[in-house]
């Protein structure tokens, strides 16, 4: 049961890039968006929500880049968990970190998945 409500997440992280792939201009090669200025409304929700809930939720121990301001929080700058792992960490904790399982909807989850691997250095 634990795995199905984690491929349901990584179903719904997964499905925006689906339905843009399926749209990709009728086959052409260039992508439907061809500047950097061009972005969906969904993607500035998705940022904005994303960062909204990092900032109300994560903020205080893991500092407002990631880059962990307090002593005991990891780096997610420096994280390489994949998204069934940040959502795992995040719903069930890690060490001192208390669990957001029952804290949050699986979209709010999915928001702040996507926000956490947009910390993360290059």
């Known amino acids: 049961m634990r795995h199905a409500k984690s491929y349901r997440k990584l179903f719904f992280l997964l499905l925006p890039a689906a339905v843009m792939a399926a749209c990709n201009n009728n086959g052409a090669t260039t992508p439907v968006y061809t500047t950097a200025s061009d972005t969906s409304a969904h993607d500035l929700v998705s940022t904005s929500r994303g960062k909204e809930l990092f900032e109300q939720r994560c903020a205080a121990c893991h500092g407002v880049y990631g880059n962990a301001k307090k002593e005991d929080a990891a780096n997610l700058q420096l994280s ?43």
Request: hydrophobic share 40%.
């Open 80 to 122: 390489r968990l994949d998204s069934i792992g940040i959502i795992h960490v995040v719903e069930n904790g890690r060490g001192l970190m208390p669990m957001f399982k029952d804290a949050m909807p699986d979209s709010d989850l999915a928001y702040l998945e996507v926000y956490v691997k947009n910390l993360r250095k290059n």
